[in-house]
């Protein structure tokens, strides 16, 4: 059996429970001895399928298959199975779509993918004892949000003597070899983290499918069918309450999709890496153009993110003939989650302010109103409501959106608390991640991992959209009420004279809504509180230390030459 690297005798039954306090989490290892040295025990496999919605690089999946008497693929709704207990219509639809998926692919090879309601420690202990299940594999889930479920199931499998498989695959590096890498804390700054992920091996390479020629699949009885709710087909997303309001995804969940849609992300990369670049997605934000990103089928697993980083360095291998690129900034977006995946693995108070550790205690203020004018895109910054409605709408939007309706929602404009932020991205983005999204939000609004932006520069609401997406058409397609409006305006409707106002049909405040903010006084008003918090503050905290201005352009994804005028506000 192999834990996390570590190999141990495979005559012993070894169950990894991983304990954690509300600072940190401990590993512990016990060991179990089953049996004489030398007897097998017979083996009948579930793979509990949760995160890594996919066949390929799947270790725990290929670890349960092997030698099985017989396997069992299984999925459980528990409440919480689209990632965060809030979730709209989008991510309920990607999942189900990649669910799906992996139904037809198991059908293919003979089976099914057998998908319960219900804790998934009970639904486990009925299948031990009516099915005879000895083995339970799943992907280690590293965000702190899942101990409390995946240690109620170790528990369950060392009560009753079923042995449990649990692999590093969601995750480049396990983010417990980084902590320990780092002296047992996690590196608290992208830049420390970077460090200490050169110091580790590379990146195990992603792992082939699973040969299904010798596999024999499990039945379930009519009996234990009923017993454990068994869900004759997948559940659509209105089987499971969810209503759609609207909403238009653009992305499709599933792992053949995922596959599909990297191809055509690979070519995207080639063409960069042919012209001179690097990250040709974030250095030319396209915000008109089909779907490019890769985090909604990264964030469900339908694709592995070793596999997405390791073609990604093939074809720079390839165009560069066999020159090796240096770092990890081929890929430094993944370094980027791996980060906040890391930060959050032994933090279960990741995503709130209060008893947070790494998080600054700021005095947001509460306005349900400008909460729910950001919410519904009705900010009156044309820019800031495209990007909201276009989340409602396809459950994404492109980073630089996200960099800006968060800093406008927090230290930028309205002054309203990065967790209100948080809970709208968990209802509407199909990627949404307990731990990245948290992370994201208090980056951006100062209240942990950097320093720099603390308010003295902060994102014009106007000038960052006009830049990013210059011919206003973005602003057009998800803002009709503003698609006449001359060239000029689009980005400030407020200036149109009342003359052009009425001849193009939008009135502001009465067909578009007039600015809830002035975003010149509110952002001065803002950078004061912020240096009074910070002068407050007797000792900088140390997770605010080391960043600099060229990790918040890259973050903002700005050029050099603009980022000055964009970040100062001349609004
Ligand atoms: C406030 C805020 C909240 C965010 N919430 C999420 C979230 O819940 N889930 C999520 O996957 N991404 C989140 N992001 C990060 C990023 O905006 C999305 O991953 C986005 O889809 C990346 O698009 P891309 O096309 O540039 O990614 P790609 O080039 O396709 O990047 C590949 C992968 O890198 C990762 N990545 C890229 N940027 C970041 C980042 N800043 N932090 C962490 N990982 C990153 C993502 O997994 C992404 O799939 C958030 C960003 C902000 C500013």
Redesign the pocket.
């Known amino acids: 059996m192999d834990l996390g690297g570590k190999n141990i005798d495979n005559t012993a039954l070894t169950v990894h429970v991983t304990l954690m306090t509300s600072q940190l989490r401990f590993r512990l290892y016990y060991i179990y001895l089953h049996g004489t040295k030398g007897t097998e025990m017979s083996k009948v496999s579930v793979h509990w399928f949760r995160h890594g919605l996919r066949f390929h690089d799947n270790p725990a999946l290929l670890e349960a298959i092997k030698d099985a008497e017989r396997f069992y693929a299984v999925f459980i709704f528990d409440g919480e199975s689209a990632g965060t207990k809030i979730s709209g219509y989008n991510r309920a639809q990607f999942l189900y779509e990649s669910l799906c998926d992996l139904d037809s692919e198991l059908k293919a090879v003979g089976s099914q993918l057998f998908i319960f309601n219900g804790v998934p420690a009970e639904i486990f202990t009925t299948l031990h004892k009516e099915a005879g299940v000895t083995h339970l594999s799943f992907e280690q889930d590293c965000e702190a949000i899942w101990n409390q479920r995946d240690d109620d199931v170790r528990r369950t499998c060392l009560e009753l003597g079923m042995e449990v498989i649990e692999k590093i695959s969601h995750t480049l590096w396990d983010p417990f070899d980084i902590i320990d890498a780092n002296g047992g804390q996690p590196p608290l700054t992208y830049e420390m983290f970077v460090q200490v992920a050169q110091v580790l091996e590379d990146p195990p390479r992603a792992l082939p499918n699973p040969e299904w020629d010798n596999v024999i699949f499990g039945e379930i009885t009519d009996e234990l069918a009923a017993k454990l709710k068994l869900a004759p087909k997948v559940p659509t997303p209105e089987m499971q309450g969810w209503i759609r309001n609207g909403e238009a995804p653009t992305y499709v969940g599933g792992e053949r999709q995922a596959l599909q849609h990297l191809k055509s992300r690979l070519r995207v990369e080639e063409d960069a890496f042919r012209d001179g670049y690097i990250l040709p997605?974030?250095v030319n934000p396209d915000f008109l153009g089909p779907p490019?990103?890769?985090?909604a089928a990264?964030?469900f697993g339908c694709l592995s993110v070793r596999k997405?980083y390791w073609d990604v360095h093939e074809t720079y291998y390839k165009v560069n003939r066999g020159q090796p690129s240096a770092t990890h900034s081929l890929t430094a977006?993944?370094i980027?989650?791996e980060f906040?995946y890391c930060m959050s693995a032994n933090n279960p108070k990741y995503d709130q302010m209060k008893q947070n550790p790494i998080c600054i205690q700021i005095p947001w203020n509460k306005n349900p109103d400008h909460l729910k004018a950001w919410e519904m895109g009705q900010t009156g910054y044309p820019f800031i409501d495209a990007c909201m409605r276009q989340m409602r709408k396809e459950g994404?939007i492109?980073?630089v959106g996200?960099?800006a309706v968060?800093s406008f929602l927090t230290r930028g404009d309205l002054w309203i608390s990065w967790e209100e932020?948080l809970k709208v991205?968990y209802k509407y983005?199909i990627?949404?991640?307990w731990s990245?999204?948290a992370?994201?939000?208090m980056w951006?609004s100062s209240s942990a991992f950097e320093r720099q932006l603390d308010c003295s520069v902060c994102v014009c609401p106007v000038a960052y959209g006009r830049r990013l997406e210059p011919t206003g058409e973005y602003i057009r397609r998800y803002v009709p009420e503003l698609a006449s409006l001359p060239h000029d305006y689009i980005f400030e409707p407020w200036k149109a004279p009342s003359k052009v106002q009425e001849k193009f049909g939008c009135i502001v405040g009465k067909d578009y809504p007039k600015r809830i903010v002035r975003h010149k006084t509110a952002s001065k008003a803002n950078y004061k509180m912020m240096k009074n918090i910070r002068d407050s503050l007797k000792l900088a905290p140390k997770h605010c230390a080391p960043s600099n201005a060229d990790e918040i352009r890259q973050?903002l994804r700005l050029p050099k030459a603009c980022f000055h005028n964009i970040v100062e506000g001349r609004h």
Request: aromatic share 22%.
């Open positions: 997605n974030q490019l990103s890769m985090s990264l964030r997405f977006q993944l980027w989650r906040f994404w492109h980073h996200r960099t968060a932020g991205f983005l990627d949404a991640d990245v999204a992370g994201n939000w951006l973050y």
